[in-house]
Each structure stands twice: as structure tokens, then as C-alpha cells.
């Protein structure tokens, strides 16, 4: 190709079309690693008024107005008797709250983070939020993924020794795992129900 070209000239030749191929690497290197992010979107949904952010994070601006904790119960570690019992606490303290971001470990120590949104933040935009991966699966926990999906599979976590959120979660993607490999890129749990899906 370059043959005929004087030394200096075919150098800066050659130079040029490896800056080239470094930013049309460049660009598809972004490109698919935001079509990777694009699937991690989701649509948080509503509990008593206030947008439920579990295993994920709000994408618009918010502000931290208290954090709350569970009080220790030690007759129910359901999932929806502890998130029920935060947003009680929650909106008793702060009525204009708008969401809580859960972090859901033990009976003892569940907490949740009242927030609300920047006034720059439009209503449309408040339920946006974007979701962990876990082993390799997006976990979709009160909220619906923002993006197109088939359901491949559906699930029971089965009995628990805690029935805590936890171990309700890791067991339903160890079964995800186990039964769909690769083919499963999500799972969208409710309680100790889950379906494992796919994107179009």
C-alpha cells in the first residue's frame, strides 16, 4: 500500500491510520458498554406513595433529608413487613418525602435513606433508577426494567431459614443460575417470587 511512499511520508501514513483505528475502536468500546449500561435501567414503582429504590439507585438528583432504621422485630424479617414498617417511620417524620433508597441486610439492621428529588427533576424522571448486578444478573427489586424483556422462567425461593430479603435474593439467583447460564441476563423479584428474563 504504501510502497511507493517516500519513509517519512509512509511513517505519518501509517501513524494516522492507527490514531484512526484507536477512535473508531474507542467509539464502539462506548457504545457497547452503554447498550451494557441501557439495560441496567429500570422504573422504580410506588409504596404508600413513595418511590421504593431497592438494589438500585435513583439517577436523578436527590438530596438525603434522614436515614431511618428497622426496629429490631424478631417475629418477621418479611421483606414487605420491614420495608413497611421503614415507610411508616418515614413518612411520619417526613410527610413531603418522595422515595426511600433500602438497604436491606439483617432483621437488625435494615435502614433506608428518605430522600427527595432536586426541584430540577421532573416527575417523569423521579421513578428512574439503575439497578446492581449480582452473579452476573441484573436484579430488578420493586421496580420494572425500563427496557423490553421475554420472561424465560419463573421461580419460588422456597423455604428460608431467616426469610430475609437476602437470602430470599441470593437463593432465586443461584436457581437462575443454575438452570438458564448465560441465556438469563435479569431477574425481577417480588417477595420470594421471581421471573428470570431476557432483553429483546
Same mark, same amino acid.
Given at each position: 500500500?504504501?510502497?511507493?511512499?517516500?519513509?517519512?511520508?509512509?511513517?505519518?501514513?501509517?501513524?494516522?491510520?492507527?490514531?484512526?483505528?484507536?477512535?473508531?475502536?474507542?467509539?464502539?468500546?462506548?457504545?457497547?458498554? $452503554?447498550?451494557?449500561?441501557?439495560?441496567?435501567?429500570?422504573?422504580?414503582?410506588?409504596?404508600?406513595?413513595?418511590?421504593?429504590?431497592?438494589?438500585?439507585?435513583?439517577?436523578?438528583?436527590?438530596?438525603?433529608?434522614?436515614?431511618?432504621?428497622?426496629?429490631?422485630?424478631?417475629?418477621?424479617?418479611?421483606?414487605?413487613?420491614?420495608?413497611?414498617?421503614?415507610?411508616?417511620?418515614?413518612?411520619?417524620?417526613?410527610?413531603?418525602?418522595?422515595?426511600?433508597?433500602?438497604?436491606?441486610?439483617? @432483621?437488625?439492621?435494615?435502614?433506608?435513606?428518605?430522600? @427527595? $428529588?432536586?426541584?430540577?427533576?421532573?416527575?417523569?424522571?423521579?421513578?428512574?433508577?439503575?439497578?446492581?448486578?449480582?452473579?452476573?444478573?441484573?436484579?430488578?427489586?420493586?421496580?420494572?426494567?425500563?427496557?423490553?424483556?421475554?420472561?424465560?422462567?419463573?421461580?419460588?425461593?422456597?423455604?428460608?431459614?431467616?426469610?430475609?430479603?437476602?437470602?430470599?435474593?441470593?437463593?432465586?439467583?443461584?436457581?437462575?443460575?443454575?438452570?438458564?447460564?448465560?441465556?438469563?441476563?435479569?431477574?425481577?423479584?417480588?417477595?420470594?417470587?421471581?421471573?428470570?428474563?431476557?432483553?429483546?
Amino acid at each position: 500500500m504504501f510502497k511507493n511512499c517516500p519513509l517519512k511520508l509512509r511513517d505519518r501514513k501509517i501513524r494516522e491510520m492507527k490514531r484512526i483505528f484507536i477512535c473508531v475502536l474507542s467509539f464502539l468500546t462506548c457504545i457497547l458498554a $452503554f447498550a451494557q449500561t441501557d439495560k441496567a435501567l429500570a422504573n422504580a414503582q410506588k409504596t404508600q406513595g413513595l418511590y421504593i429504590f431497592n438494589d438500585c439507585e435513583p439517577i436523578s438528583d436527590y438530596e438525603v433529608i434522614e436515614r431511618v432504621k428497622n426496629v429490631v422485630s424478631f417475629w418477621s424479617a418479611d421483606y414487605e413487613h420491614i420495608k413497611g414498617k421503614l415507610i411508616k417511620k418515614a413518612l411520619k417524620d417526613h410527610p413531603d418525602a418522595q422515595g426511600l433508597i433500602l438497604t436491606m441486610s439483617n @432483621k437488625t439492621s435494615d435502614a433506608a435513606a428518605v430522600i @427527595k $428529588f432536586k426541584d430540577n427533576v421532573s416527575k417523569e424522571d423521579q421513578p428512574k433508577a439503575k439497578v446492581i448486578r449480582e452473579n452476573g444478573l441484573l436484579v430488578f427489586s420493586d421496580c420494572e426494567p425500563a427496557n423490553e424483556y421475554e420472561i424465560i422462567d419463573r421461580g419460588k425461593a422456597g423455604l428460608t431459614w431467616s426469610g430475609q430479603y437476602s437470602e430470599n435474593k441470593n437463593k432465586l439467583l443461584k436457581k437462575a443460575i443454575k438452570k438458564h447460564g448465560n441465556r438469563a441476563e435479569g431477574i425481577v423479584i417480588n417477595g420470594g417470587k421471581s421471573v428470570v428474563i431476557r432483553f429483546k
